[in-house]
Each structure stands twice: as structure tokens, then as C-alpha cells.
């Protein structure tokens, strides 16, 4: 599932192209979960690509937004010739080019809500961005003070705690922080809630740089292409530590495959 690096390289893709277009048609091929009122947005002009938590937020100039969630295999891929692909389920022609929508698996969806309404829709459900200035260490120490039963990986998950983390970055961030991903969150003392603060920005924003992470066909970015993040992964998916050579140890947690190191995590 695309986390906050991935979702935010497409933002930013899209932030550069959508802005200014004016959507000529909308085709709704099949996706059971797009708002059927999209088909009727012709001729109206977008104004803004935004970014909450791992969804995207498209302004319009009707005063209505569009929420945009890929879930497990959603892709949003802008397309100098629009043109329907192997699984696209929403495609908007544009004034120049096309924005696709293509979910193999066709959990995402694409809400139609007054702009207004934007902040009750989303910004209630979510806990903080990593990076907004309101996400000091002080506020994340609070949070594990709050949550000290829980363990740290399923934590960090957790949307409504902290926004934007999924099973990969959650993993990465342990890694780096040098903390088992099963401790719990009350274990942790001051210089590793530190540190673990830090690795959350760290990894985020180095993911952001190589446009996240593919492992397949499912992520791309919005010109449909893979991101460069899986080769600099330490921990998921993968067999040796990086760091000390050391066989990776795995485990499940919360339900979703988890690795570290019995040596360089503790
Ligand atoms: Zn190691």
C-alpha cells in the first residue's frame, strides 16, 4: 500500500501538471467506490493538488474537492495522450492530457466533497504529519507515554496516532532508530524516543527523494514510474542486515511481516 512517500511524490507530480487544466470529460469505467457526481465536473477548472495523510486532495474551482485514497493497488497517472489501460477505473480527460485512475483491486475510491467540508472529512480522522510543525518531539513523547502498552511497530501504523506510516517506513524507522519493533512503547527511554523521533523524519524524507518504494508493478508515480527507494531499504524484505551482515530476524506483527536485527536493534 503506497505510504506518505509515495503519495506525496505523486502530489508533488501532480501539483506540477493538474493546476489550471480544465477537466473536459469524466469516464467512470469501473470502480464501485468513485462518486458517481464526478462524471458531471466538465468544464470545470482544477486549482490545487494537496496531500493529507495518504490521501490526496484535488481543489476545484466549484468550490468542491476531490479525495482520492489508492488503498492496496490504486495508481494515479498523469498521461500526456489519455487513453484507458489495463485497469484504469476512472479516467478524467483533461484539457491537455489525462489523469488515469487504474486499481487492479479496486479498493480505492474518489469522494466528491465542498472544499470546505475538506478538514471534517479527513484532517479529524488522521494524528499529526511528521512534518508539520506541530509534530515536536514533545508531542511524540506524550504519544508514547499515551500508548505505553503498545508495541512500537503496530503504533507507528497507526493513522490515528500518526499519519502517513504503513508496514514499510514503520519497519525502516525501527531500524534506524536502533529498536526492536516489538518493544513497547512505554519501554522506551528518553535518548530512544529521540531517536526514534528523528528516524521517522529521516526515513520519510529520504523515501520522498527517491520517490518511494516499488517492489513490483503495483506502485508508480504519476508518470508511471517505479520509485528508488527499495534498494536503500535496510530492514523489509530483506535477507542480511546491511548494516552488520547479521541474518535478519522476521516476525508478525499486528497481523503484517516484520524484520529486524537481533544485533543492531535492541
Ligand atoms: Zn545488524
Known amino acids: 500500500m503506497p505510504e506518505l512517500p509515495e503519495v506525496e511524490t505523486i502530489k508533488r507530480q501532480l501539483e506540477k501538471k493538474l493546476p489550471g487544466k480544465e477537466i473536459e470529460k469524466v469516464q467512470i469505467i469501473d470502480c464501485p467506490n468513485a462518486d458517481k457526481r ?3 465536473l466538465s468544464g470545470i477548472k482544477i486549482l490545487k493538488v494537496r496531500r493529507r495523510a495518504k490521501t490526496l486532495i484535488v481543489d476545484l ?6 479525495l482520492i485514497h489508492l488503498k492496496l493497488t490504486g495508481q494515479l497517472i498523469f498521461r500526456k495522450n489519455a487513453g484507458k489501460e489495463r485497469f484504469t477505473r476512472v479516467l478524467f480527460y483533461l484539457s491537455s492530457g489525462g489523469l488515469l485512475f487504474n486499481d487492479m483491486r479496486k479498493f480505492g475510491f474518489i469522494k466528491l466533497v465542498p472544499t470546505e467540508n475538506v478538514e471534517k472529512e479527513i ?8 512534518f508539520d510543525k506541530d509534530f515536536t518531539l514533545k508531542i511524540f513523547e506524550e504519544i508514547l507515554v499515551r500508548k505505553k502498552k ?8 497507526d493513522q490515528k496516532v500518526i499519519s502517513g506510516l504503513g508496514n514499510i517506513y514503520a519497519q525502516e524507522a525501527c531500524f534506524i532508530a536502533g529498536i526492536k519493533p516489538g518493544r513497547t512503547a512505554g519501554s522506551l527511554d528518553k535518548k530512544e524516543q529521540t531517536r526514534l523521533y528523528s528516524a521517522i523524519k529521516k526515513v520519510l524524507l529520504s523515501a520522498i527523494k527517491f520517490h ?3 517492489f513490483d508493478s503495483i506502485y508508480v508515480d504519476a508518470y508511471g514510474q517505479p520509485g528508488g527507494f527499495g534498494q536503500r ?14 541474518t535478519l530476524k522476521s516476525l508478525r ?11 543492531c536493534q535492541n
Open 123 to 130: 484532517h479529524e480522522k488522521y494524528g499529526p504529519e511528521p
Open 253 to 263: 506483527l499486528g497481523g503484517r511481516g516484520t524484520w529486524y536485527c537481533g544485533r
Open 150 to 157: 503498545s508495541k512500537i511497530k503496530p503504533l507507528l501504523m
Open 233 to 246: 531499504l535496510y530492514v523489509y524484505q530483506q535477507e542480511k542486515c546491511k548494516r552488520c551482515g547479521q
Open 61 to 66: 474551482n466549484n468550490d468542491k474537492s476531490l
Open 38 to 40: 464526478i462524471r458531471a
Open 212 to 214: 518511494g518504494t516499488s
